[in-house]
């Protein structure tokens, strides 16, 4: 019986240590996301926490994220604000250093970190309705949460920056050669 190759080479059309480079590659970048967004995360809960003392937040926002993942006393009807704020982390390392990876390219910017700022501004709509509570003053809100979405990409940007020429990553719009 002739030897056909191993099944990576039948399934990706490349040799079997090509492809275990590429996703060698692939786990490098998604840990490098993972830290760039852990970054990001760290200094937007700082600025959180500013508008959290300057009545500018309601935490209570974190335990709705909570409620919409099925994470919330169902006597209560509550959710735990800190599972929310975990919930949030955890797509703050996770979704949004990905999205980035794959759209920073396509979006204004001379670096990664401008481009960074560029993305989170976008979301930043995206949050503010989310994350808004009658309880608390909307222009002071508006603000704290615009300048916490705009360091989280800076942040994150410069994280990706720094990571890109000392580590062989590959975003997902490279092209592997």
């Not at 590659?25 to 490098?32: F, S």
């Not at 979704?95 to 670096?111: K, N």
């Not at 995206?126 to 942040?155: D, E, R, W």
């Not at 720094?162 to 062989?168: C, F, I, K, V």
Request: proline fraction near 5%.
């Amino acid at each position: 019986m002739a030897d056909t190759g191993s099944l990576v080479e039948e399934v990706t059309g490349e040799s079997e240590s090509k492809a275990r480079g590429d996703l060698r590659r692939i786990v490098v970048g998604g840990l490098v996301g993972g830290i760039a967004g852990g970054l990001g995360t760290l200094a937007f809960s700082a600025v959180l926490a500013l508008a959290l003392f300057l009545d500018a937040f309601d935490p209570v926002q974190f335990g709705e994220m909570a409620v919409m993942a099925g994470l919330s006393d169902p006597l209560a009807g509550e959710g735990d604000p800190v599972l929310g704020y975990l919930i949030f982390v955890g797509g703050g390392m996770t979704t949004w250093p990905f999205l980035f990876a794959a759209l920073h390219e396509y979006l204004p910017g001379w670096r990664m970190a401008v481009s960074g700022i560029t993305f989170a501004a976008i979301g930043w709509a995206g949050f503010a309705i989310a994350f808004y509570s009658p309880n608390v003053s909307l222009p002071l809100f508006l603000v704290l949460t615009f300048i916490g979405q705009c360091l989280y990409g800076l942040v994150m940007g410069l994280a990706f920056e720094y990571a890109e020429p000392r580590t062989d990553i590959a975003f997902v719009g490279t092209t592997f050669q």
